[in-house]
């Protein structure tokens, strides 16, 4: 009996393959219901990673490999994603996710926007811009893909409040399905070789240059926002910088004429707009040193955002004299713009603040009489740092119109008002058109357009070669030692999506596992014993044997 259950142990051991015991039901029970959606893949742009004055702000993280929660079901106390719409989205949420260790992707719901999802997105860009967080911040622009897995993160049961039951609600989190986000970015450092690029010409006045008074039209070409790579800045400041190439197209006209006006006219277009204007800060300072282009200056006009609304305010740190040539512009704008009328926001500099409210606070501190021209009625509007500030929310119309007006009132400053010599102006809207489309067509922040010979640059160089004199660059590079400014890498980067079981639901395989080995185990080592338990109970009948005849007596006899 003992020869018969050791044969049997031995076909167990040697006739059936043991390791198919194990490896099949690991393999059912571990392989996705469908492989080829069990990742996804998304580009996401991560937030503003910059210092300014000493001062850092962003996102100081890139890396993200954690599991993906919704905004209700994330836990503080452990490390999560926290995937979320931004109109749905408030600053002090923000603010304990920034504080955990964790990591999160806004969602840019599609346009267009009610008012109130404006000013929500606006208060949470804002709020993030000006913060200074550990966490992986990244933005994603609103899908199907998408709008589909934050639909899975909200139904998730990982986290069932409404569960009966401490027994379901255990339930429901292991039978859960999750989404494990990894984003294997580079970690961000320091970006290298930045220069701001700031570019001027000019056009000369009729009879001794040096000896002739200046008008300087300035406007910044940057944008800002909370990413960089989503910051087009069409209104703020695509709408000013185009107006300012077509006032250099007019009036490269004007002063092709044997009559040309007794004033030489500057344009800047100087960049670090949106990081307190140090584009113009470092061209002032080079002028001060080098020439006396600044010695005599009517005024300053800056254009900034200028495509938003009809109404035109002028923004003033002195409010100018009536009989001064500042003045007399202002009064002949106003009478420009018909019913609408200029309205004049003084505003002196808080010269202890970090960051100056308007471009022309830049000449004001150096005496210059200065002001800005804006669809605008405050400084502190959010949409001029937006990553809504796109070409879907600018009107070009407008800024035909205020363009029309400005160019006019300008020409006939330049002229003193002397209608009898006063061209007549046309303003060309396929002109102002292409200028738009180069500027506002593409992200413009400064992490990305700070480098030299970038095609954007040069774009602008060569259509100001087209119309101006004396055209150059000149370009602000941050210092080794404390520097002015300074960016950092990593702006867009892949996200992906894993289809994973929560860690409730692997503790419960890995017991199950370890059962189905056990029992296994002792099914090898029992059944022969079994096998001969049972042999032995089961009583076999006797055989008779029959005796042998003895054929060689028989023969004998």
């Known amino acids: 009996m003992l020869g018969e259950s050791d044969e049997f142990s031995e076909i167990l051991k040697t006739g059936f393959p043991m390791y198919l015991l194990i490896a099949i039901p690991l393999l059912l029970v571990?392989?996705?219901?469908?492989?080829?959606?069990?990742?996804?893949?998304?580009?996401?742009?991560?937030?503003?990673q910059y210092s300014l004055q000493g001062a850092t702000y962003g996102s100081k993280s890139s890396i993200i490999n954690l599991e993906a929660r919704s905004l209700k079901t994330w836990s503080s106390r452990s490390r999560h994603c926290v995937f979320v719409l931004m109109d749905n989205f408030t600053t002090e949420e923000y603010e304990q996710i920034a504080s955990g260790s964790g990591a999160l992707v806004l969602v840019v719901p599609p346009a267009p926007y009610t008012l109130e999802q404006q000013t929500t997105m606006l208060e949470i860009e804002q709020a993030i811009l000006l913060s200074d967080t550990s966490i992986p911040v990244y933005i994603i622009n609103w899908s199907t893909e998408v709008n589909n897995l934050m639909m899975d993160l909200a139904d998730s049961k990982i986290i069932d409040e409404n569960a009966s039951s401490a027994a379901k609600a255990f339930i429901n989190s292991v039978s859960a399905?999750?989404?494990?986000?990894?984003?294997?970015?580079?970690?961000?450092?320091?970006?290298p070789n930045i220069a701001i690029s700031t570019i001027q010409g000019q056009l000369i006045g009729y009879g001794f240059q040096d000896k002739l008074p200046s008008i300087l039209v300035v406007a910044h070409y940057d944008s800002f926002g909370l990413a960089p790579e989503l910051s087009y800045g069409a209104d703020s400041n695509g709408s000013g910088a185009a107006i300012l190439l077509l006032l250099a197209k007019i009036l490269s006209r004007v002063y092709a004429e044997k009559n040309r006006p007794k004033y030489n006219v500057m344009f800047i277009l100087s960049g670090g707009g949106k990081l307190n204007y140090i584009g113009s800060k470092n061209w002032i300072e080079q002028q001060m040193e080098k020439s006396n282009t600044l010695q005599d200056?009517?005024?300053v006009l800056c254009l900034d955002s200028l495509g938003s609304d009809k109404n035109i305010y002028a923004h003033v740190s002195k409010p100018p004299k009536e009989d001064t040539k500042m003045g007399h512009f202002m009064n002949e704008l106003n009478n420009n713009l018909g019913e609408n009328g200029l309205k004049i926001i003084h505003k002196k500099i808080n010269l202890g603040s970090d960051t100056l409210a308007w471009e022309h606070e830049r000449y004001s501190i150096r005496r210059l009489p200065a002001f800005t021209?804006?669809?605008?009625?405050s400084h502190k509007n959010s949409s001029r740092r937006s990553i809504l500030d796109t070409s879907e929310s600018l009107d070009s119309k407008i800024v035909y119109r205020n363009a029309q007006i400005i160019a006019k009132t300008l020409v006939a400053h330049l002229y003193d008002?002397?209608?009898?010599?006063?061209?007549k102006v046309n303003v060309d809207f396929e002109s102002l058109r292409t200028s738009l489309d180069l500027l506002v067509l593409q992200p413009r922040s400064a992490q990305i357009i700070a480098q030299?010979?970038?095609?954007?640059?040069d774009n602008l160089f060569s259509l100001m070669n087209k119309y101006l004199k004396d055209v150059n660059v000149s370009q602000l590079t941050a210092e080794k030692?404390?520097?002015?400014?300074?960016?950092?890498?990593?702006?867009?980067?892949?996200?992906?999506?894993y289809s994973v079981k929560p860690a409730v639901f692997d503790l419960i395989?890995?017991?199950?596992?370890a059962v189905y080995l056990t029992i296994v185990y002792f099914f090898i080592q029992f059944v022969p014993i079994i096998y001969d338990l049972y042999i032995g109970t089961s009583k076999p009948e006797p055989v008779t044997s029959l005796p042998k005849k003895n054929n060689r007596k028989e023969k004998q006899r």
Do not use: W
């Open 297 to 299: 200056v009517s005024f």
């Open 177 to 191: 399905n999750g989404y494990q986000i990894v984003v294997s970015a580079n970690k961000p450092v320091l970006q």
């Open 417 to 423: 008002y002397n209608t009898s010599e006063t061209p």
């Open 481 to 497: 030692v404390d520097p002015q400014f300074s960016f950092y890498t990593v702006t867009r980067a892949t996200l992906q999506v």
């Open 452 to 457: 030299k010979n970038h095609p954007l640059v």
């Open 509 to 513: 395989l890995t017991l199950a596992i």
């Open 30 to 48: 571990m392989s996705p219901v469908c492989p080829a959606n069990a990742a996804h893949e998304f580009t996401v742009y991560r937030a503003q």
């Open 373 to 377: 021209l804006s669809s605008l009625k």
